[in-house]
Nanobody, 124 residues
Framework: QVQLVEAGGGVVQAGGSLRLSCAASGFTFSRYDMGWCRQALGKEREFVAAISWNGVRTYYTDSVKGRFTIPRDNPKNTVYLQMNSLKPEDPAVYSC?????????????????WGQGTQVTVSS
């Protein structure tokens, strides 16, 4: 069965950092583009970051550029979201997702598999 299991969420003060991880299984991880999306309470799910299957290309929504990075470790079947300089507007449930075929990474509908998400809360 395909599984994407996120971890690393929690409560952090504004300006702090968190590292989210997503452990994948049940599919050939190294052949999939991977992404992170988030959904705040009462809001639609939005794209945050993505990385190509081989790690050559990355994509970020404007609001996180320069603060977040999305490394991946294919031998470990794991993708990460390194979140620095967290802001009060960043809290949400963060979910990882996998995309087999080329698509528009900023479109959440392009992804084939989804994890259940991990909560990130920013205090001030």
């Amino acid at each position: 069965q395909v599984q994407l299991v996120e971890a690393g969420g929690g409560v952090v003060q504004a300006g702090g950092s968190l590292r989210l991880s997503c452990a994948a299984s049940g599919f050939t991880f190294s052949r999939y583009d991977m992404g992170w999306c988030r959904q705040a309470l009462g809001k639609e799910r939005e794209f945050v970051a993505a990385i190509s299957w081989n790690g050559v290309r990355t994509y970020y929504t404007d609001s996180v550029k320069g603060r977040f990075t999305i490394p991946r470790d294919n031998p470990k079947n794991t993708v990460y979201l390194q979140m620095n300089s967290l802001k009060p507007e960043d809290p949400a449930v963060y979910s990882c997702a996998a995309e087999r075929t080329a698509g528009v990474h900023t479109n959440t509908a392009a992804y084939d598999y989804w994890g259940q998400g991990t909560q990130v809360t920013v205090s001030s």
